[in-house]
């Protein structure tokens, strides 16, 4: 078992940043793939970023690309996503997830089905 816990959400003005940790305890961190998804009101979850077991970036959505930054401690046991230039169309509730997938692919990394546990989720709020 993983238990998952995110945190530094919040209301943002436009153009600012936000880093947004998930802090995990339970089974063996490092094991495990970790991502953040996003959902906003009336729309689906979507994969934000995932983060290999050893570090890695597993890659960004398109949207993410250049404004977010994945990245893990694992003396902390926590993933942390950076955030710049902040956009209303990013207003969600951003979730982090956990997977237990070796030689994990790119697709797979994307896919909500592989990650069986979720954290409860922090709302960030980017007003115009």
């Known amino acids: 078992q993983v238990h998952l816990v995110e945190s530094g959400g919040g209301v943002v003005q436009a153009g600012g940043s936000l880093r947004l940790s998930c802090a995990a305890s339970g089974r063996i961190f490092s094991s495990y793939v970790i991502a953040w998804f996003r959902q906003a009101p009336g729309k689906e979850r979507e994969f934000v970023a995932g983060?290999?077991?050893?570090?890695?970036?597993?890659g960004y959505a398109d949207s993410a690309k250049g404004r977010f930054t994945i990245s893990r401690d694992s003396a902390k046991n926590t993933v942390y996503l950076q955030i710049h230039g902040l956009k209303p169309e990013d207003t969600a509730v951003y979730y982090c997830a956990a997977a237990y997938v070796v030689g994990i692919t790119s697709a797979q990394v994307m896919a909500k089905a592989e990650y069986s546990y979720w954290g409860q989720g922090t709302q960030v709020t980017v007003s115009s």
């Open positions: 983060i290999s077991r050893s570090g890695a970036s597993l």
